[in-house]
Nanobody, 123 residues
Framework: QVQLEESGGGLLQAGGSLRLSCAAS????????MGWFRQAPGKEREFVAA????????RYADSVKGRFTISRDYAENTVVLQMNSLKPEDTAVYYC????????????????WGQGTQVTVSS
């Protein structure tokens, strides 16, 4: 099993920045991809960003390209989502997820999930 714990959510004004972290523990050797998803009230969970654990290749949703950056600290088993130029439409619960294999945008392809952290952006 793999455990994921997110931190760093909060309330801020539009245009601000926030940094989310996700620490992985347990059978981390089984992880090859870590990603971030988000879910706003009444909406489906959607892909935000993902990174390949070994090679560091990343992919992003079009809605966050140029504003969000995903990175990983291999030694600390941590993935970070740096969010800049935040907009009210970025308001959601943000979830960290992990899987073996290549990066993927489908939530159903991820095996492990954190509890989520709330991000609220006011206008």
């Amino acid at each position: 099993q793999v455990q994921l714990e997110e931190s760093g959510g909060g309330l801020l004004q539009a245009g601000g920045s926030l940094r989310l972290s996700c620490a992985a523990s347990g059978r981390t050797f089984s992880i090859n991809t870590m990603g971030w998803f988000r879910q706003a009230p009444g909406k489906e969970r959607e892909f935000v960003a993902a990174i390949n654990w070994s090679g560091g290749r990343s992919r992003y949703a079009d809605s966050v390209k140029g504003r969000f950056t995903i990175s990983r600290d291999y030694a600390e088993n941590t993935v970070v989502l740096q969010m800049n130029s935040l907009k009210p439409e970025d308001t959601a619960v943000y979830y960290c997820a992990a899987k073996g294999g290549l990066t993927d945008v489908a939530p159903s392809r991820y095996d492990y999930w954190g509890q989520g952290t709330q991000v609220t952006v006011s206008s």
